[in-house]
């Protein structure tokens, strides 16, 4: 395996510290912390959060993800000259993150705006092996004369979430000569959070200490020898818990006990831990394109990264934010992203830590059942924002308009009822990848008979059809339609696999395994016209049609609102993401080639792409229909949702279902791989540009490696698997390799593709 | 007059950034603004307080002074590049802070990092006749070639105190191009701010509003050729209100029309109306010092542009703080030094204000019975520490001491109980300047009774003699003791005054007049020992002595603390301040030129001065006792607290009492005013440095002027006066010019001095 590709900020530059920030924001799935740098800029928003740790900071505010006291700052003084990069010249820079391990590094020399010059190294990561656990190295050398260097770090508990406190400081200390600890408690009293940081500034130093205005700080001064190198070593264990059993001061004393044994241990050794298990991570679940151009390359190592970074595998309570960890855009909630376009990933590599993806709706049923019970359904109506408590977190107006000062309430909570099909669609995606019964017959079925018993209350009979009127499909430039071929389509799939899993696993609750295929036989499923066009709602088709040009070539910036209304854009056929198109990317096997290609056609031309979700997904259904280099082009647009030129394109944090579309992109679309009737398939698809795509699978316990060329498919499998090369069944044990040439898709698309509509 | 001496900025210094921002912040007694620079520096700490309001932010804290939406801060893009001082070169720079008019006004020129310069120019102020008015221009003029200039501003709610966050965004609105307007409510709901803001930046210009993450913006982007002037004018309308009775609509509306008119005024307009009154206030006010030494007429020119700014004398439910509105130290509570430092400067120029700041305490009678009934005493307790509701401020513990985590018992609220009597002195005072009959028969006497009942129930009857036990004199390194000589003799000032008092308007309450002549009669008031001095308190001169040269060296800083615990300390002759000087100083009538030297003498050694209110009365007690020379070195390094070289002499805001002590050093020191037995006594004694003293000072409703050389004293008076000039009775009606040859004091101290224990 080659190493993973270094991302870099190019160079420094105040527009795009919040960018980069993002971008290279370290994590381990526990903690999430922004790159911001050690010195301060006004510009720069830094921001560390846990897993979970959601509070509302007072009235009319939302639970968000809490931006915790920061550790990362440092105040750097040379010769009592304040350290900032907006004074003085930059000689060099080289500023990576080390994706291969997590290692967020900074090496620069500045000139002093004196003249002096100052070699200024910075290096930290996240350990993936002992969770609450953050290390960082800083290094200052003066290069042309001896120097008095201070530094002052500590934990700084003036951060606030834009201003936002959630926080109230329980207590600071200092214990002996490296360590200081602050406890603090959410406002509202429910969860207790301890930041315990060690500090260390190696050689002969003086050290005070200061605990003023919710900093609690050491300082260090030194005479540095020209050539001589002055290193700070901070290592920072922050835990939270709240459900604490013990006593406030053992659980204090716990992290700190926990934190002497990593400064015990040094910077280099829990480096060589967590970077070991990085490494076996790669190993594991690595994607390797052989590109014309190494971006590509990047842009999955870079989406991997994140994948791994932002999914809190170690709790079954959290979920993965929309930013995953690495800014407050969003508030830290959890949307459909998670099921549709995060779990897949998880699903092929882990299957583990999708079942806790899983597993995390079901302990959040509660929730999603009192929705449905207050709107007067049946079943689980599962929040459009869930936070830690699975209650509904959308905020019940939008943002205020400041011209009318009126709040519109958002639709999405009220209406966007898709995410719950959505939910029941991973869970069989689940079952198909890993035959795990045990989950199936306990989780997954709670889940989708919940499920189903919304739709079926949720359903309006019209003279004896079901309709379901009222809704927003993923499309949402278009609400409160009736009969959204996403969402009717999806519900179908949803109460169909529960009354399979039902049957299956001897449900004996006649009432439901007939009221669930009475809703089968009735539901209405809008059918394709003449042109195979498949109606996006009842509506959709009689509304006008306008040049979205402009609009497209802004992908993304929603500058269709600047023109016309919301209610204006809602009767044109203006969509923000094709639901038709998702649909056939979502039940591959429900929709012929020709189906998909025909609605590809006739919907992409009315789709602005605003939504982040929405390009990928147009890419992955070009290359199933055979269009690959159509398929690239989107494919690599999606990568620049977030590693392209705009330096504000990820402020608030990265798009995380954006990344998981890029590992999607790749093993969905040129790797082609779909699961139809229970069956893995694989039809590839490579660009011109990719000459090779390698790429670890799970498939049933089975652990495969899949190597594809235009020529030729190399297969290896830990244990006897069988699956279907272009529509050709293929049974691989150990390894196997093929020449395509012997594995020609037929002309139709798929050997298994079933009829629409059957 | 002369003009008031320009307050100015030397240079721009990250590290001086918070002590200017103190220094020159622009107030009118009903809101204080810190100075802090338009764009954004780390190290600033930006600060808009409103006079009275007061909010606790959390668990654990302190009701404090809230730091409001800021709306000084401007983001300035020149060609795209962020303007920052720490970029670039400053080619030019001036700020000053006129105090004649209250407008802080900065002009600069800059290099940008590209080369291109810029004129950029900004002037402010707070409105002295529109309270919540404060108006500002920038203007930014390209000098080498055009360029783009973005200017956004507006109101920037995620300001805190610390981290600490007071307020809810309530609502956010623009209305028409140029007016943006927040509502917020304390988290407390009690009280509503409406921050209004009118924003115009002449000429071609495009603008945008954004509200987002409670900062609600106007952007503006403008091509300015090369020459041409680009300018912002902002006008601020800031209200609050704990009591509303209107609608909120209605309430903001108010402000909104407020607005819109001084928008139609214009800058201009409204500055010359607010300097026209800064002007009447000078030429009522000012003090003018013919010196050596520019610094001398400086200090007191800033003295007196702070005293008026930071005094509310709009407002009898609110005082001042003992950082004024100038930034967050001491939470913006009020202390005694008050009544006792900053009271006199009103007392003697506008006693109306003096008169409110008594009724302040009137006000909040409730809160001092409430805290001396919760104690176990009669009358009246007032809080230690002080804000709006005139309960007890002071927190229950210190800050955590970080080593052994414990948190020490704040004593000052427990036993500092002086300030009981310091309030009943200022009482006598005002009447005895005033002769406000109708405030004495009401307010006056019943402050006057109240606290005398406290100290009536504070006595411990000690076989037949009164003490005062467990208590701390103004010296705060002596605590818990009994007897404290100032405490003692204040005490019976203060029962002696209500009892008079009682007398003269008529009281019949039997009861009250037994036990006050009772409590007179038994009180022991320490007695001097043959050497003269009196002793601080019971124990104090039985304690070791030792050399403090090295923390004298330090004043200021509380060094001593860093060798010796608060506990050793209080078992040493240690002074923070010397409470006998301060007694001599505060009942001059009481004790003799001969007792009062030879305390000076004895407590100066002893006496750190690390309280920020010694040195300024040491300096007077000096001058009094005939050393002028000696006094003035006091009164100059007094001056030096705020306006010396330490660039955080006053980060968290400027020591308010000190500039009281500037205007009471020159009239009570060097102008030797004192009033003994309700007479007004000029002493004057002028140091060296200075050959002419000219003040103005009302006295019983006559306005006098009064103009002292080392040879004569001119006054004049608007209606007959009778003063003791050196001693000698002087009747001033009209204008008066006495050779002081002619009045020479006796040689025993004043004429009218009565024996001490008299």
Redesign the interface.
Known sequence: MSKPVMLSDPGFC??SLNKYASLMATGNGYLGIRASHEE????QTRGMYLAGLYHR?????INELVNLPDVIGVDIQLN?D?F?L??GTIESWRRELDVSCGVLTRTLVWRAPGGARFAIESRRFASVTQLPLVAMQLSITPLDAAATVSVSTGID????N????HL???????FGQHLLQGIY?T?D?RSDISVSTWCRVQGEVQSC?T??????LQHNTAQVAQGERLTLEKFTWIEWTSSRNLSLDTWARQGRRALENCALQGYEALLTESAANWGDWWQRCRVEVASHDNADQRALDFALYHLRSMTPAHDERSSIGAKGMTGEGYKGHVFWDTEVFLLPFHLFTEPEVARNLLRYRWHNLPGAREKARRNGWHGALFPWESARSGEEETPEYA??N??T?LRQKVASALAEHHLVADIAWAVVAYWQATGDDQFMAREGLTLLQETARFWMSRATDVNGRLEIHDVIGPDEYTEHVNNNAFTNYMAHYNVAQALRFSRRFGCTDEAFLHRAAHFLAHLWLPEAGEDGVLPQDDTFLSKPVIDLTTYKAKAGKQTILLDYSRAEVNEMQILKQADVVMLTYMLPERFSTDVCLRNLNFYEPRTIHDSSLSKSIHGIVSARCGDAEQGYRFWREGTLIDLGDDPHSCDDGIHAAATGAIWLGAIQGFAGLSVREGELHLNPALPDAWRQLTFPLRWQGSELRISLSRQEARISSTRPVTLWLNGTALTVNGEQTCSLADFILPTNGTATTQKEGE
Do not use: C, M, N, W
């Not at 900071?57 to 505010?61: D, I, L, Q, S, T």
């Not at 834009?162 to 406190?165: E, M, P, T």
């Not at 605990?211 to 609690?216: F, G, N």
């Open positions: 105040p527009h301060g800029y006004t510009q900071a007072g009235k009319g505010e009592g304040i900032s907006l004074s508990a003036t951060q606030t834009h201003g936002r406190q109230d400081e329980t207590q600071v200390r200092v408690s406002q009293g200490f605990a003023k205005e919710r900093r609690l943002a205020i400041i011209r000062g």
